[in-house]
């Protein structure tokens, strides 16, 4: 579960990245909305697959506070690569 969260965590970190660095500018700049429609819906389904995935694991894995940190992490950004490795390190796993 670990390993499937981290994916879909960088993913939806990437995504993210990918929507501010690439697909606004392409809009706003150069006044072409669609690659904003397209990494913005593909982002959004990566956020809800994370949170998701998080509420999957709160009690089997993963204490709620996991749940608290990802939610605010996939929110901001860079935040997941951070929060992946909170994960990953033990710190939110169930005793």
């Known amino acids: ?31 072409d909305p669609e690659l904003v429609s397209l990494v913005g819906a593909i982002h959004g389904g990566l956020f809800v697959l994370f949170i998701g995935l998080l509420l999957a694991g709160v009690g089997r894995y993963w204490n709620r506070v996991a749940f608290y940190h990802g939610f605010v992490a996939a929110v901001v950004p860079a935040g997941p690569f951070l929060f992946d490795g909170m994960l990953i390190s033990g710190e939110y796993d169930v005793d």
């Open 1 to 31: 579960m670990k390993q499937l969260v981290s994916i879909v965590s960088y993913l939806e970190g990437f995504s993210a990245l990918l929507l501010f660095a690439v697909a606004m500018p392409v809009k706003y700049i150069g006044g």
